[in-house]
């Protein structure tokens, strides 16, 4: 049985994790209303722990910048021969702009 709320749209967008220090560069690989499966390097140092959040910034393909706040679902690193991090991200209280770019892309 289907556990998402909400359908999955396959994209290939850039992200940044705000609330970092370093090179802070994410990938996101689908996203629906509520939640963002994000790609990122296990080299950024940073543990993904289920339950705390983290801001996004959302490169959009027009040039626009969207800011989420999430709250991390769950997290893991890939094998040693796949060098990155898997995250499910859940969206608190998804701006109206993202909305709005989820509606256009369906």
Known sequence: MERRRSKRITV????ERISCTDNCSVFIENLSEKGIYMITAPSMN???????????????SNGETI???????????SSPEDPTSSVGLEI????FEYKE??????
């Open 12 to 15: 290939n967008l850039k992200a």
């Open 92 to 95: 608190i209280d998804p701006p």
């Open 101 to 106: 770019f989820i509606k256009n892309l369906q």
């Open 46 to 60: 940073t543990d993904y722990v289920p339950g705390s959040e983290l801001d996004l910034e959302l490169e959009l």
């Open 67 to 77: 800011s989420l706040n999430c709250n991390v679902k769950w997290s893991y690193d």
